[in-house]
T-cell receptor, first 114, second 116 residues
Framework: AQSVTQLDSHVSVSEGTPVLLRCNYSSSYSPSLFWYVQHPNKGLQLLLKYTSAATLVKGINGFEAEFKKSETSFHLTKPSAHMSDAAEYFCVVSEGGGSYIPTFGRGTSLIVHP | EAGVAQSPRYKIIEKRQSVAFWCNPISGHATLYWYQQILGQGPKLLIQFQNNGVVDDSQLPKDRFSAERLKGVDSTLKIQPAKLEDSAVYLC??????????????FGPGTRLTVL
Protein backbone atom coordinates (compact mmCIF):
# COMPACT_ATOMS: atom_id res chain seq x y z
CA ALA A 1 0.00 0.00 0.00
CA GLN A 2 1.15 3.51 -0.71
CA SER A 3 1.05 6.60 1.46
CA VAL A 4 2.47 10.09 1.50
CA THR A 5 3.28 12.37 4.44
CA GLN A 6 3.86 16.09 4.18
CA LEU A 7 5.77 16.90 7.32
CA ASP A 8 4.74 20.55 7.68
CA SER A 9 1.23 21.97 7.42
CA HIS A 10 2.63 25.52 7.13
CA VAL A 11 6.01 26.91 6.09
CA SER A 12 6.77 30.61 6.47
CA VAL A 13 9.72 32.27 4.70
CA SER A 14 10.87 35.75 3.79
CA GLU A 15 11.04 36.81 0.17
CA GLY A 16 14.45 35.99 -1.28
CA THR A 17 15.22 33.17 1.18
CA PRO A 18 15.28 29.44 0.36
CA VAL A 19 12.17 27.26 0.42
CA LEU A 20 12.04 23.66 1.65
CA LEU A 21 8.77 21.69 1.65
CA ARG A 22 9.18 18.15 2.97
CA CYS A 23 7.50 14.99 1.67
CA ASN A 24 8.04 11.37 2.69
CA TYR A 25 6.39 8.46 0.93
CA SER A 26 5.76 4.77 1.35
CA SER A 27 5.48 2.41 -1.60
CA SER A 28 5.97 -1.28 -2.29
CA TYR A 29 7.08 -0.62 -5.86
CA SER A 30 8.93 2.01 -7.84
CA PRO A 31 6.60 4.96 -7.52
CA SER A 32 6.00 8.05 -9.54
CA LEU A 33 6.02 11.18 -7.39
CA PHE A 34 4.54 14.59 -8.12
CA TRP A 35 4.31 18.05 -6.65
CA TYR A 36 1.21 20.10 -7.48
CA VAL A 37 0.53 23.72 -6.54
CA GLN A 38 -2.82 25.32 -5.80
CA HIS A 39 -2.95 29.11 -5.79
CA PRO A 40 -5.93 30.78 -4.12
CA ASN A 41 -9.02 30.53 -6.30
CA LYS A 42 -7.09 28.70 -9.01
CA GLY A 43 -6.93 25.09 -10.11
CA LEU A 44 -4.26 22.56 -9.22
CA GLN A 45 -1.24 22.69 -11.50
CA LEU A 46 1.72 20.34 -11.89
CA LEU A 47 5.05 21.73 -10.63
CA LEU A 48 7.21 18.70 -11.38
CA LYS A 49 7.27 14.91 -11.38
CA TYR A 50 9.66 12.01 -10.87
CA THR A 51 9.16 8.92 -13.03
CA SER A 52 12.31 6.80 -12.46
CA ALA A 53 14.61 8.80 -14.72
CA ALA A 54 16.91 11.44 -13.17
CA THR A 55 16.60 11.66 -9.39
CA LEU A 56 16.93 15.46 -9.41
CA VAL A 57 13.87 16.87 -11.11
CA LYS A 58 13.49 20.47 -12.24
CA GLY A 59 10.07 22.04 -12.50
CA ILE A 60 8.43 25.31 -13.31
CA ASN A 61 9.16 28.64 -11.61
CA GLY A 62 12.59 27.57 -10.33
CA PHE A 63 11.40 24.69 -8.16
CA GLU A 64 13.19 21.36 -8.00
CA ALA A 65 12.93 18.13 -6.04
CA GLU A 66 15.25 15.23 -5.36
CA PHE A 67 14.07 11.62 -5.16
CA LYS A 68 15.97 9.82 -2.38
CA LYS A 69 15.02 6.16 -2.25
CA SER A 70 17.12 5.41 0.85
CA GLU A 71 15.29 8.12 2.76
CA THR A 72 11.91 7.61 1.02
CA SER A 73 11.78 11.36 0.52
CA PHE A 74 10.88 13.77 -2.27
CA HIS A 75 11.44 17.23 -0.81
CA LEU A 76 10.65 20.36 -2.83
CA THR A 77 13.12 23.25 -2.86
CA LYS A 78 13.61 26.67 -4.38
CA PRO A 79 16.71 28.83 -3.85
CA SER A 80 14.88 32.13 -3.50
CA ALA A 81 11.22 32.61 -2.63
CA HIS A 82 9.03 35.09 -4.45
CA MET A 83 5.80 36.60 -3.21
CA SER A 84 3.98 34.83 -6.04
CA ASP A 85 5.05 31.43 -4.61
CA ALA A 86 2.57 31.78 -1.75
CA ALA A 87 0.16 28.88 -2.28
CA GLU A 88 -0.80 25.38 -1.14
CA TYR A 89 1.57 22.60 -2.25
CA PHE A 90 0.65 18.93 -2.51
CA CYS A 91 2.93 15.91 -2.76
CA VAL A 92 1.39 12.96 -4.63
CA VAL A 93 2.47 9.32 -4.96
CA SER A 94 1.34 6.78 -7.54
CA GLU A 95 2.72 3.42 -6.68
CA GLY A 96 3.18 1.51 -9.92
CA GLY A 97 3.47 -2.27 -9.95
CA GLY A 98 0.16 -2.45 -11.78
CA SER A 99 -1.47 0.21 -9.63
CA TYR A 100 -1.85 3.74 -10.91
CA ILE A 101 -4.10 5.25 -8.28
CA PRO A 102 -2.77 8.58 -6.98
CA THR A 103 -2.68 9.50 -3.29
CA PHE A 104 -2.38 13.14 -2.21
CA GLY A 105 -0.68 14.43 0.91
CA ARG A 106 -2.56 16.79 3.22
CA GLY A 107 -0.81 19.84 1.77
CA THR A 108 1.70 22.46 2.94
CA SER A 109 0.74 26.10 2.96
CA LEU A 110 3.68 28.30 1.91
CA ILE A 111 3.58 31.81 3.34
CA VAL A 112 6.00 34.37 1.92
CA HIS A 113 6.70 37.55 3.87
CA PRO A 114 7.98 40.71 2.16
CA GLU B 1 -6.06 23.29 -26.06
CA ALA B 2 -9.16 23.49 -23.90
CA GLY B 3 -8.76 22.45 -20.28
CA VAL B 4 -10.97 20.36 -18.03
CA ALA B 5 -14.41 21.92 -17.75
CA GLN B 6 -16.66 21.58 -14.70
CA SER B 7 -20.10 22.87 -13.88
CA PRO B 8 -21.61 24.33 -11.87
CA ARG B 9 -18.86 26.31 -10.14
CA TYR B 10 -20.90 26.81 -6.98
CA LYS B 11 -23.87 25.02 -5.49
CA ILE B 12 -25.79 25.53 -2.26
CA ILE B 13 -28.36 22.94 -1.20
CA GLU B 14 -30.23 21.81 1.89
CA LYS B 15 -29.30 18.54 3.54
CA ARG B 16 -31.16 15.52 2.15
CA GLN B 17 -31.43 17.17 -1.26
CA SER B 18 -29.69 15.77 -4.30
CA VAL B 19 -27.05 17.41 -6.48
CA ALA B 20 -25.13 16.55 -9.65
CA PHE B 21 -21.81 17.76 -10.98
CA TRP B 22 -20.60 17.56 -14.55
CA CYS B 23 -17.07 17.22 -15.94
CA ASN B 24 -15.75 17.34 -19.48
CA PRO B 25 -12.11 16.18 -19.64
CA ILE B 26 -9.46 17.21 -22.11
CA SER B 27 -10.18 15.68 -25.49
CA GLY B 28 -8.50 12.30 -25.96
CA HIS B 29 -7.72 11.75 -22.28
CA ALA B 30 -8.44 8.16 -21.28
CA THR B 31 -8.44 8.53 -17.51
CA LEU B 32 -10.82 10.68 -15.48
CA TYR B 33 -10.74 11.30 -11.72
CA TRP B 34 -13.19 12.76 -9.22
CA TYR B 35 -11.79 14.11 -5.95
CA GLN B 36 -13.35 15.55 -2.82
CA GLN B 37 -11.35 18.34 -1.16
CA ILE B 38 -12.54 19.37 2.27
CA LEU B 39 -11.28 22.72 3.50
CA GLY B 40 -7.74 22.43 4.85
CA GLN B 41 -7.16 18.91 3.51
CA GLY B 42 -5.64 17.33 0.45
CA PRO B 43 -7.86 16.01 -2.34
CA LYS B 44 -9.30 12.57 -1.67
CA LEU B 45 -9.86 10.33 -4.69
CA LEU B 46 -13.50 9.28 -4.93
CA ILE B 47 -13.48 7.43 -8.22
CA GLN B 48 -11.14 6.85 -11.16
CA PHE B 49 -12.32 5.87 -14.63
CA GLN B 50 -10.24 4.45 -17.44
CA ASN B 51 -12.27 5.12 -20.58
CA ASN B 52 -15.75 4.15 -19.36
CA GLY B 53 -14.66 1.51 -16.86
CA VAL B 54 -14.04 2.01 -13.13
CA VAL B 55 -10.43 1.58 -11.97
CA ASP B 56 -11.01 2.41 -8.32
CA ASP B 57 -14.00 3.54 -6.28
CA SER B 58 -12.91 2.27 -2.88
CA GLN B 59 -13.40 5.67 -1.21
CA LEU B 60 -16.74 6.49 -2.83
CA PRO B 61 -19.61 6.40 -0.28
CA LYS B 62 -21.77 4.24 -2.49
CA ASP B 63 -24.89 4.56 -0.34
CA ARG B 64 -25.19 8.19 -1.43
CA PHE B 65 -22.65 8.92 -4.17
CA SER B 66 -22.75 7.64 -7.73
CA ALA B 67 -20.74 8.46 -10.83
CA GLU B 68 -20.79 7.52 -14.46
CA ARG B 69 -18.72 8.19 -17.52
CA LEU B 70 -20.82 7.58 -20.57
CA LYS B 71 -19.02 6.77 -23.83
CA GLY B 72 -15.70 7.29 -22.10
CA VAL B 73 -15.86 11.08 -22.42
CA ASP B 74 -17.67 13.35 -19.98
CA SER B 75 -18.77 12.33 -16.51
CA THR B 76 -21.32 13.12 -13.83
CA LEU B 77 -21.04 12.75 -10.07
CA LYS B 78 -24.24 12.65 -8.04
CA ILE B 79 -24.95 12.90 -4.34
CA GLN B 80 -28.33 11.73 -3.05
CA PRO B 81 -29.17 12.55 -0.31
CA ALA B 82 -26.59 15.14 0.70
CA LYS B 83 -25.27 15.44 4.25
CA LEU B 84 -23.65 18.38 5.98
CA GLU B 85 -20.25 16.68 5.82
CA ASP B 86 -20.42 16.62 2.00
CA SER B 87 -19.63 20.33 1.97
CA ALA B 88 -16.39 20.47 -0.02
CA VAL B 89 -14.86 21.31 -3.36
CA TYR B 90 -15.33 18.54 -5.93
CA LEU B 91 -12.48 18.39 -8.37
CA CYS B 92 -12.38 16.64 -11.70
CA UNK B 93 -9.09 15.78 -13.39
CA UNK B 94 -8.04 13.90 -16.50
CA UNK B 95 -4.84 12.33 -17.78
CA UNK B 96 -3.83 11.11 -21.20
CA UNK B 97 -2.89 7.49 -20.72
CA UNK B 98 -4.65 4.37 -19.58
CA UNK B 99 -2.97 2.45 -16.81
CA UNK B 100 0.01 4.78 -16.56
CA UNK B 101 1.11 5.83 -13.08
CA UNK B 102 3.47 8.54 -14.34
CA UNK B 103 0.87 10.61 -16.17
CA UNK B 104 0.26 14.24 -15.32
CA UNK B 105 -3.24 15.04 -14.11
CA UNK B 106 -4.95 18.16 -15.44
CA PHE B 107 -7.48 19.64 -13.06
CA GLY B 108 -10.67 21.56 -13.60
CA PRO B 109 -11.60 24.61 -11.51
CA GLY B 110 -13.78 22.56 -9.15
CA THR B 111 -17.34 22.85 -7.87
CA ARG B 112 -17.76 24.30 -4.40
CA LEU B 113 -20.67 22.58 -2.65
CA THR B 114 -22.25 23.97 0.49
CA VAL B 115 -24.80 21.81 2.30
CA LEU B 116 -26.98 23.69 4.80
Amino acid sequence: AQSVTQLDSHVSVSEGTPVLLRCNYSSSYSPSLFWYVQHPNKGLQLLLKYTSAATLVKGINGFEAEFKKSETSFHLTKPSAHMSDAAEYFCVVSEGGGSYIPTFGRGTSLIVHP
Amino acid sequence: EAGVAQSPRYKIIEKRQSVAFWCNPISGHATLYWYQQILGQGPKLLIQFQNNGVVDDSQLPKDRFSAERLKGVDSTLKIQPAKLEDSAVYLCASSLGAGVNSDTQYFGPGTRLTVL
